[in-house]
C-alpha cells in the first residue's frame, strides 16, 4: 500500500547516493550482516571491486531474502533496475544482440545490492573489445573430501607449469573450496584460442598426474582429485570478481593473495568482511599481461 511505502522511503538511509529498503534484513545469520552493512561493505571496497567490473559485462548473484531464501544467477537487467546499474549490449552469435549488466562505479555497486545482489561475477573481456580475453582462470575445484593443502600445492603446480610457458600469473582463495590461477593476457588471442589452450593445459595436467587432477566435469572423477576447471575461459563465461562477498556461511570473501601468502593459508574461505578490508591489490604482484602466442601453444605441444 501506498502509505507503507511512503513511510519505508521516509527511513531509508542513503549510501553512495542509493537509497537502502529493509536496512535492518539480515542478510546472513553469522556473523550477523545485515543489507545495510552489506551495502557500507561496497561503498568501502569500490576501489578494489571496481577495477575488475567497471568495464566489463557481469552478472549478479541475487539473495533478496538472504542466505536462506530464494538466489539466483542473473546475466541481464531486470525491468525496473535502477539506472546505477549500466548496461552494455553484447552482440550475439546468431547476429542478435542482448543487454548484459556492467557496474561502473560505487553508486551501481549498492545499487546492486540495493537490488540482493550479494556475488558480482565479471566476464574475462572489456566492453570494447568483447572478443578478446583478457585473462585465463584456471578454477581449482577440489574432491569435497580433499584438505586445503592439495588445493594450495595444486594451485603452485599449475602456475609452475604456466610460467614455463611463458605466462605469469597471480591467486584468488575464492571464500568458497578453492583457488583462481589467473593469468593476466594482452588481448591479442581470441576467445576460441583461449578455451583450446585452457582445455589442452588443464587435460595434458590431468594425463601427467592421473591422481590428482581431472579435466574432466564429472563428479564421479573428481573423487579424491581436483578438477582444473579451465570452462571458464569461454565467451560468456564469468568468475567471481576479487574482493565479492559469497553466498555462503559466514559471508567469506573472494580474496586476491601473494603466492607466498598462499603457502601458508589454511583454508579457501578464511577471509571476512571484515579482514578482506584490510586488503588490497598491492598485497600481491599481479604480473604484466602476456600474449597468448605461437610460441606458447607451440611450448604447450612440445610437452
Ligand atoms: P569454489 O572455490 O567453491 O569452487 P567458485 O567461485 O570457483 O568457488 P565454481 O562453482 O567453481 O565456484 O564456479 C566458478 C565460476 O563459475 C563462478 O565464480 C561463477 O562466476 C561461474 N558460475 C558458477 N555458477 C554459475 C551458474 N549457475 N551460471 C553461470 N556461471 C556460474
Ligand atoms: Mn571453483
Ligand atoms: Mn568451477
Not at 67 to 93: N, T, W, Y
Not at 168 to 188: C, Y
Request: contains cysteine; charged residues 25%; aromatic residues 6%.
Amino acid at each position: 500500500p501506498p502509505v507503507e511505502v511512503q513511510m519505508d522511503h521516509g527511513t531509508r538511509p542513503r549510501i553512495a547516493g542509493i537509497g537502502i529498503s529493509h536496512p535492518d534484513r539480515l542478510l546472513f545469520p553469522k556473523p550477523r550482516i545485515t543489507k545495510q552493512a552489506l551495502a557500507e561493505y561496497h561503498e568501502a571496497m569500490a576501489d578494489r571491486l571496481l577495477p575488475t567490473l567497471k568495464d566489463r559485462p557481469a552478472a549478479l548473484l541475487r539473495l533478496p531474502e538472504g542466505l536462506d531464501g530464494e538466489r539466483f544467477f542473473q546475466k541481464h537487467p531486470g525491468k525496473g533496475f535502477p539506472d546505477a546499474i549500466r548496461s552494455v549490449r553484447v552482440p550475439q552469435a546468431d547476429g542478435s544482440a542482448a543487454d548484459h549488466m556492467c557496474i561502473t562505479d560505487t553508486a551501481g555497486l549498492v545499487a546492486a545490492v540495493q537490488m540482493g545482489t550479494v556475488e558480482f561475477h565479471p566476464w574475462g573481456a572489456r566492453r570494447d573489445r568483447l572478443d578478446r580475453p583478457e585473462r585465463l582462470v584456471f578454477d581449482l575445484d577440489p574432491d569435497e573430501a580433499l584438505g586445503f593443502a592439495r588445493v594450495r600445492e595444486a594451485a603452485l603446480h599449475v602456475r609452475d607449469r604456466l610460467a614455463d610457458l611463458g605466462l605469469p600469473s597471480w591467486a584468488m582463495v575464492t571464500g568458497g573450496k578453492g583457488v583462481h590461477v589467473i593469468v593476466p593476457l594482452r588481448r591479442t588471442a581470441s576467445w576460441q584460442t583461449a578455451k583450446i589452450f585452457a582445455q589442452l593445459f588443464a587435460t595434458l595436467l590431468a594425463e601427467d598426474a592421473p591422481g590428482a587432477y581431472t579435466a574432466s566435469m564429472s563428479k564421479a572423477q573428481r573423487k579424491g582429485r581436483i578438477f582444473v576447471d579451465w570452462l571458464r575461459n569461454e565467451r560468456g563465461a564469468t568468475a567471481v570478481a576479487p574482493f565479492s562477498v559469497r553466498a555462503r556461511p559466514g559471508a567469506p570473501v573472494a580474496v586476491p593473495v601473494a603466492w607466498d601468502e598462499l603457502r601458508r593459508l589454511r583454508r579457501a574461505n578464511g577471509f571476512s568482511m571484515k579482514a578482506a578490508q584490510t586488503r588490497s591489490w598491492a598485497d600481491l604482484d599481479v604480473p604484466e599481461p602476456a600474449g597468448l602466442n605461437k610460441d606458447v601453444l607451440a611450448r604447450l605441444e612440445r610437452k
